[in-house]
C-alpha cells in the first residue's frame, strides 16, 4: 500500500500519519473515536511509532561537572546514576525525553578527559563516539570553575565534529552565579544558558535552545533514500571469517585477513557487484567483549562498528560453527536486532564440521538464537566459497520482512480472529482486549495496538509469533506499542 508516496517519491505524511495514507488515516481515527480513545492521544501514539528513529541529543563534558544530573533533570525522573564525585558514569546510557511535545533521545556520557589512559581513555571514546553518532550536543561546564584546558580541549572536538551545540554553564543557582556563566562566552560556542541541574533553575530556557538544535527527525543515512546501494554490515566476534567472507564475495583480495584475531580496526566499505545487484558492504571490526573492559584500538574498533551497524540497513551476523556459541555471539546478534535492522545469520566454516558437531550446533541454535528463530539464516565457507549464492537471497528476503506494511483493515481483520479465538488471560477479574490497531512505520515494521487494558508482555510476544506467521516479515525485527484506553468519562486535564 502506498498511498502515501507522491510522484516524486517523497513520503508526505510520513511524520504526521507514520506510514498511513490520509484516506486510511481518516478511517482509522474514526474507529478510534467509535472506541472511546482521546484523538490526540491516538495521533501521538502513531506519530511515535511512525517517525523512525527519535532525534539523538548527546549530554557531553568533563568528569563532574553534572552531565547525569542534567539527564535526570531532562527526562524528569532520577535514572542516571549520580554521586558527588567524578567518574561515576562509564558508558553512554540512553533515555528518551520530551519537552513542549517533542520527543528525543538523551545519551548521557562518562566525562572526558584528554591524554588519559586505560578505562578513562575508554570512558572518552564512548563520549567521542556520542558526539559522532548525535544530532546535537549539550555541553556541560562548571560555571564555578570556568573553562579549564580540558574543557577547551573538548570545544576543539565539538567543532570537528560540526554538530549543533547548546553550552550548558551548570551550577549556577542563583543571580550571582550569572557573572560566571558570561565568561563562557569566550569558549566561542554561543550563549551560555545558566542552568542549575541540581535545582532546575534555566533549564527550561536551555531545552528550548535544544530544541531549536535538533532536527525534527534525524536525515536517513542509509539505503535507497540516498539513492546508493543497499548497506550490509558484517558483524561478529574477531577471527570468524568477516574479512574472508567479503574478499569471496568481491571475487579478490580487498582486506587483509590474518589467522591473528582482530586483523581490521576500521570499517572498509566496499561497492560490490552479487546476483547482478550493487551492494555495499561493510566489513567491521571484531566485537570483542563487553565495551568498557576493552582497550586501546579494540575500545574504539568496537565504536566503530556499532556506528556501522547503525548506518546499514541488514547486519548479516557471522558465527563461527566450529565452536559453541557464545554469549558475545548472542550480544552481536541483539546489538542489531535493538537498532531495528534486518538481520541475516550466517554460520561460517560449515565445511569443517562433522556430523557430531552438527547435530549439537542445531540444539544450540534452537536454544541459545531461539529469539531471532525468524532471521534467514545460510550456511557457508569464506574459505572455499560453499553456498555463497544462497547470501544474496537472504539480505533480499531479510530486506523485504524490513520493509513489509500491512493495510490496516486487513491487520484489524486479523486482530478480530486472533482475539476472539485466542483471547488474553484473565487477571484480576478482567479480561483486556486489544481492539485494534494499525502499523504505523516500516524499517523495521512498527505496530501500536490500542487495548480496553493493560497487555502482558507474554501475550505481545504471541501476537508478534502470529504477525509473523501471518504476513512473513521474515529477517526483520517487529515493534509492539501498546496504548491503553483511558475510563470512558476521564478525560485529561
Excluded at 59 to 69: E, I, Y
Excluded at 238 to 256: C, H, I, T
Aim: hydrophobic residues 40%; proline residues 5%.
Amino acid at each position: 500500500m502506498n498511498d502515501d508516496i507522491q510522484p516524486d517519491g517523497s513520503a508526505a505524511h510520513e511524520y504526521e500519519h507514520g506510514a498511513l495514507g490520509d484516506a486510511e488515516y481518516a478511517e482509522f481515527m474514526e474507529l478510534a473515536a467509535e472506541e472511546g480513545f482521546d484523538i490526540e492521544d491516538v495521533e501521538g501514539a502513531i506519530e511515535a511509532a511512525g517517525h523512525g528513529p527519535l532525534p539523538v541529543l548527546a549530554v557531553v563534558g568533563r568528569p563532574n561537572v553534572g552531565k547525569s544530573t542534567l539527564v535526570n533533570r531532562i527526562i524528569g525522573r532520577r535514572e542516571a546514576v549520580v554521586e558527588d564525585k567524578p567518574g561515576v558514569t562509564r558508558d553512554r546510557v540512553t533515555y528518551e525525553a520530551e519537552w513542549a511535545g517533542r520527543r528525543f533521545k538523551v545519551v548521557d556520557t562518562g566525562g572526558w578527559e584528554q591524554d588519559v589512559l586505560g578505562i578513562d581513555a575508554s570512558v572518552a571514546a564512548q563520549a567521542e563516539y556520542a558526539i559522532e553518532a548525535a544530532d546535537a550536543v549539550v555541553f556541560v561546564v562548571d560555571a564555578k570553575v570556568g573553562a579549564t584546558d580540558t574543557d577547551e580541549a573538548v570545544v576543539r572536538l565539538l567543532r570537528k565534529a560540526g554538530k549543533p551545540v547548546v553550552l550548558c554553564a551548570n551550577k549556577v543557582d542563583g543571580p550571582s552565579g550569572e557573572a560566571d556563566a558570561a565568561y563562557l562566552w569566550n569558549l566561542g560556542l554561543g550563549e551560555p544558558h545558566p542552568v542549575s541541574a541540581l535545582h532546575g533553575r534555566g533549564t527550561g530556557d536551555m531545552l528550548d535552545a535544544v530544541l531549536e538544535a535538533l532536527p525534527e527527525a534525524p536525515e536517513q543515512t542509509f539505503g535507497t533514500a540516498l539513492g546508493g546501494p543497499r548497506r550490509i554490515a558484517l558483524i561478529g566476534r574477531p577471527n570468524v571469517g568477516k574479512s574472508s567472507l567479503l574478499n569471496k564475495v568481491a571475487g579478490e583480495e580487498r582486506v587483509v585477513v590474518n589467522e591473528l584475531a582482530g586483523t581490521t580496526r576500521d570499517p572498509v566499505d566496499e561497492i560490490i557487484e552479487l546476483g547482478g545487484v550493487t551492494w555495499k558492504f561493510v566489513d567491521t571490526a571484531g566485537i570483542r567483549k563487553r565495551v568498557h573492559l576493552q582497550q586501546g584500538a579494540d575500545y574504539y574498533a568496537s565504536l566503530r562498528t556499532a556506528a556501522a551497524v547503525e548506518k546499514a540497513e541488514v547486519a548479516v551476523v557471522l558465527i563461527d560453527a566450529s565452536e559453541n556459541i557464545s554469549v558475545q555471539d548472542q550480544r552481536i546478534v541483539t546489538m542489531a536486532v535493538e537498532a531495528g535492522r534486518a538481520l541475516v545469520i550466517a554460520y561460517n566454516k560449515w565445511d569443517t564440521l562433522d556430523e557430531e558437531r552438527r547435530y549439537y550446533l542445531e540444539r544450540e541454535i534452537e536454544t541459545e538464537l531461539g529469539q531471532v528463530a525468524w532471521a534467514p539464516r545460510v550456511n557457508v565457507s569464506a574459505r572455499t566459497g560453499r553456498h555463497m549464492e544462497k547470501l544474496v537471497p537472504a539480505i533480499e528476503t531479510a530486506l523485504a520482512g524490513w520493509e513489509t506494511r500491512v493495510p490496516t483493515g486487513r491487520l484489524n481483520a486479523f486482530l478480530g480472529e486472533l482475539v476472539a479465538a485466542h483471547p488474553h488471560p484473565v487477571r484480576g477479574g478482567k479480561q483486556p482486549r486489544i481492539l485494534f490497531g494499525t502499523q504505523a512505520g516500516t524499517k523495521p515494521p512498527r505496530f501500536v495496538l490500542f487495548a480496553s487494558g493493560f497487555i502482558e508482555a507474554g501475550y505481545r510476544r504471541f501476537i508478534e509469533r502470529r504477525l509473523r506467521e501471518e504476513f512473513g516479515f521474515e529477517g526483520t525485527p517487529i515493534h509492539i506499542s501498546v496504548r491503553v484506553r483511558e475510563k470512558r468519562g476521564t478525560k485529561k486535564k
